[in-house]
Structure formats: C-alpha cells, structure tokens
C-alpha cells in the first residue's frame, strides 16, 4: 500500500472489491439461504394475506390515495422482513467467522477498522436489496398491485433500510459470543421487531383496538421506521421523519458496533485469551 | 557500522486478565534476515503476545513499533508490514484456494495483473499450484498450513508472525514447513518469529527467546542457551529454564 492518497484509495476499493465478492460467492453458494429469503415473505403473503384480507379493513391513509387490500398494505413490511433477516444473517456469519478464525484476516488487514467494519455493512446491504427485489418479483407474480415506478424509487429506501438492519446485525456480533447463542438472539430480536411495528398492522388499528402500549412500542421500533420509509418511497414519496429516524438508528447502531470492535476500547479487547 | 533497524521493537509490554498477569513487561528487538524462536510451555503468554503484535488485543501498557511504525498510534502501517499465520486456521474452507489468495490480496491492497503474480508466486512457493482451483475443505491439514504461509508472504511483509503453526500437523509436514521458512528467511532477509512449545522444530533457529510466564526468561543462539543451562540439548535447556522455574 502506498502512502498516496490515491494510493490509500485504491487500497480502500480493492478491499471493498474482495469483501463484496467474498460475501456474494459464498451467498450464491448457499442455495438454501437464497431460498428461504424468498419463501419466507411469500409464505407470509399467501397465508396472511389470504386469511386476513376480509378481517382487517385498511382505510385511506398515506402514502396511499385509494383503498388498498390487505396484501399490498403487507407488501413494505415483507420487504422489511427481507432486509432484517439479511441483517441477522451478516451478524450470523460475522459470529461463524470468529468461530473458524476468518474474522481474524479481516481485522488485521492493514486498512482502518472501522472501514473493514463498513465494508462488511455494504455487503450485507447488497445483499438485502437483491433479496427485496427477489422478494418484489414473487409479489408481482402472486398479483399485489405496487405501482411500477415504485420499483425504481424504492431503491434508496431499501438501500438506507438494508444499512441500518445489516449495522443491527454488526452490532449483535460483538456482543453474541459464540453460534449456540444465536438462535435464542434472533428470535429475541427478530419477533419484537416484526410484531410490534406497523409491518402488519398500522398505528391507528392498534390504537383502536385500545393496545396503547402496542401502539407506543411500535411507534418507537426502528424497525416499523424502515417499513413506513419503504412504505411511502415504493408510492415515490418521501417520508422524512421515517428516513431520518432510520438513519440516525443506523449510524448509531455502526458507531456502537465500530467502538465494540476496536481493541482500544470495546468488549473484544477484554476477551479472554482464546478469542 | 550501524545496527540494521528492528523489523518489530517490543517494550515493555504487559497484559492482565483480571488477576493473571498473561504477559509482564516483555521486551524485544528482530532483525531482519533472522528466524527466531519464542518458545514457551501452554499458557506461557505466547498467544496473547501475538494477539498484542497483531493489534487483535491492545496491551495494558509498553509499545510495539514494526519498523518504525507505532503500533496503537498508525495501525494501518504497522500491520501492512507483517504477515501472520494465526494459530487456529483462519481460511475459508467454502471458498477455492485462489479465492482465498485473491481475498487476502484484496484486503492489502494488492489488484490487477500484481495479484495474479502474486497469488502464482506464492503458491510456487509452496509447491501448492496444482491446488489453485481446489475448495480448502478437500485439502490436507499440511496443504492448509502451507495455503496459509503463502498467503501471509504474499503483501512482501518485512516480518513473518507464526503462532504455534504446526499444531495438529505430523513430523514431515511439520519439518517440511521450518525448511520452508528457513529457507525464505535467507533468500528475502525476512524477519520470522514462530512461536511454539516443540522444541525440536525449532533448533536450527538463529535466535531462541524463551517465555515462561509472562516474562522472557532466557534469549539468545540456541548453543549459547544450551551452554548456560548447564544441559547438553535445547530441549533440556528448555526444561531445565521452565519446569526448573515451575517447581
């Protein structure tokens, strides 16, 4: 590496280069992650969509502008779903990597932490918005009517979720030590963030139905912000308190994680010898 | 005629863990061209050492300088200046050898037409060519060690770090792999610390410092440590210097 500031940029994108191609190969390669990322929404779409679609009444509210079936309302909190298992997924492999001991190339390579920590983030994103179109095909092939356009707008917003879910994710693998513990974390985190926020069910019909407490812990999951940015962008607009709140949880949730792994600091640097 | 510059400079380097002192205030200088041996019995501080030289784990106090490069203050140019063989495997076993080859060079910066050179170069190196397209799994314990000396050479490291490299190999791999070293030392002027508590792997070493407890108890050529133990073997000087010491 040379000292150059071209130098250190050129350095900086070879590195980046090889952590998107590692994390995709070894994507590509597991078959079944790739389908279950897919299944696992559709699932939910069919069968919920199919038993809840006369029960719940969706009334008009943005971004919408006319009455909307129940799998359309669904849509966005599926998209969600998609990009927060990508993000448990990212911590599951970081986990696995410190297992085998490949964690320790990354974090030795001679280039600053924090960005190695940032590449490993913009993998995971790749990864969930690849996964939320996957996901937004097989809901144009079961009929859910999402404008087309809003194929196209969405993209920041699946980008910007897809960070601040996969920075989640970053900072679960520094405290989740060993793989055994994993699945007790995921369901820990994964089932609070999907049912109390507004995937399945939107503010106001928790309010109605007198779950205050509900209402209150999902308007102040995270999670329910990403699926109302998704929301409203896949109608081409711009929900800036959602976006913003996303935002800040992302960047918050990368400097906990970036502090968590530097040995100066963090709870790695106090690790017993083995690790 | 002036000392050559140390390729790494430790000083003073101490490490607790609540109330074991793993290392305490350890200090050492390499040269360039020299393999030294740092051996030490299990739970000696060998592998908190590394893990210290490796900025894995940061000490509680001392410094580390590879080749001028202050370790906590410019990490970056500290550790683009090694190369490491950690002790517990660290390749991809889902990925081809020249994945990982090309994985590692991607994280050094090493691109383009000089990555394809140097993923040919060390696993000629090696003898590990044939190997190139295979998955890591499908390899021996021996071939994976060597996949890995390869790849530590291949950003040119002034220093090459080994923590206890031959564990779980048998004596041939084990001999195959220090006549390796030996020789890179001598043809590239590399700086070699291999850490181990196998005595015999490591008596042709230009330079022995022995660890026990945290605390270098014993530094200089094997025949000079064999000399002032009083034993008439390293592996008895080694014996003598830890399990005198243990008692």
């Known amino acids: 590496m040379t000292g150059s500031h071209s130098g250190v940029l050129a350095h900086a994108s070879l590195a980046l280069a090889a952590i998107l191609r590692r994390e995709i190969t070894k994507f590509l390669r597991q078959t079944g992650r790739l389908v279950s990322a897919v299944v696992r929404p559709t699932l939910w779409l069919v069968v919920f969509s199919a038993g809840f679609q006369n029960v719940l009444g969706v009334s008009i509210t943005p971004p919408y502008e006319n009455y909307i079936t129940y799998d359309v309302y669904m849509a966005p909190g599926l998209i969600g779903m998609v990009l927060l298992f990508q993000g448990m997924q990212s911590s599951l492999a970081l986990v696995f990597d410190r297992e085998v001991g490949t964690l320790r190339l990354l974090l030795t390579a001679p280039l600053p932490r924090w960005y190695l920590l940032l590449c490993k983030l913009a993998a995971g994103t790749l990864l969930g918005v690849a996964q939320a179109y996957a996901f937004l095909l097989v809901a144009l092939a079961f009929g859910v009517d999402l404008p087309r356009w809003g194929w196209i707008s969405v993209l920041p917003a699946l980008a910007l979720g897809g960070f601040s879910l996969a920075a989640l994710g970053l900072l679960l693998s520094v405290y989740v030590r060993?793989?055994?513990?994993?699945?007790?974390t995921m369901n820990f985190v994964i089932f609070p963030a999907?049912?109390?926020?507004?995937?399945?069910?939107?503010?106001?019909?928790?309010?109605?139905?007198?779950?205050?407490?509900?209402?209150?812990?999902?308007?102040?999951?995270?999670?329910?912000?990403?699926?109302?940015?998704?929301?409203?962008?896949?109608?081409?607009?711009?929900?800036?308190l959602s976006t913003g709140l996303t935002l800040l949880f992302g960047v918050l949730a990368f400097?906990?994680?970036?502090?968590?792994?530097?040995?100066?600091?963090?709870?790695?640097?106090?690790a017993p010898r083995d690790e | 005629m002036t000392a050559p510059v140390p390729v790494i400079a430790i000083d003073g380097l101490t490490k607790s863990y609540g109330k074991v002192r793993a290392l305490d205030g350890v200090s050492l200088s390499l040269e360039p061209g020299r393999f030294t041996a740092l051996l030490g019995p299990n739970g000696a501080g060998k592998s908190t050492l590394f893990q210290i030289l490796t900025g894995l784990f940061v000490a509680d106090s001392g410094s580390v300088r590879v080749l001028g490069a202050d370790l906590a203050a410019d990490p970056t140019a500290a550790l683009a200046r090694l190369g490491i063989v950690f002790q517990q495997p660290s390749l991809d076993l889902d990925l081809t050898v020249e994945q990982n080859l090309a994985y590692h060079a991607g994280l050094h910066g090493i691109g383009g037409r000089r990555r394809r050179d140097a993923i040919e170069e060390a696993l000629a190196l090696f003898g590990q060519s044939e190997t190139r397209r295979q998955r890591v799994r499908t390899l021996s314990g021996g071939n994976r060690r060597k996949i890995e000396m390869a790849r530590a050479l291949m950003s040119a490291p002034a220093l090459l770090l080994l923590d206890e490299p031959t564990q779980g190999l048998d004596p041939a791999s084990r001999r195959d792999l220090v006549l390796?070293?030996?020789?890179?030392?001598?043809?590239?002027?590399?700086?070699?610390?291999?850490?181990?508590?196998?005595?015999?792997?490591?008596?042709?070493?230009d330079r022995v410092v022995v660890l026990h407890r945290g605390r270098v108890i014993e530094d200089g050529a094997p025949a000079d440590v064999v000399a002032r133990s009083g034993a008439s073997t390293l592996e008895g000087a080694f014996l003598a210097l830890t399990q005198g010491r243990a008692a």
């Open chain 1, 178 to 184: 060993r793989l055994e513990n994993f699945a007790g």
């Open chain 1, 194 to 240: 999907f049912f109390f926020s507004t995937a399945l069910y939107p503010l106001w019909k928790l309010r109605e139905s007198g779950s205050e407490w509900i209402a209150w812990a999902a308007r102040v999951n995270p999670f329910t912000h990403v699926v109302e940015m998704i929301r409203f962008a896949l109608y081409g607009q711009f929900s800036a």
């Open chain 1, 255 to 270: 400097g906990l994680a970036v502090r968590g792994y530097d040995p100066q600091s963090g709870v790695l640097g106090r």
């Open chain 2, 180 to 205: 390796h070293v030996s020789r890179l030392v001598r043809e590239r002027d590399l700086g070699v610390l291999w850490a181990t508590h196998i005595v015999s792997e490591v008596e042709a070493a």
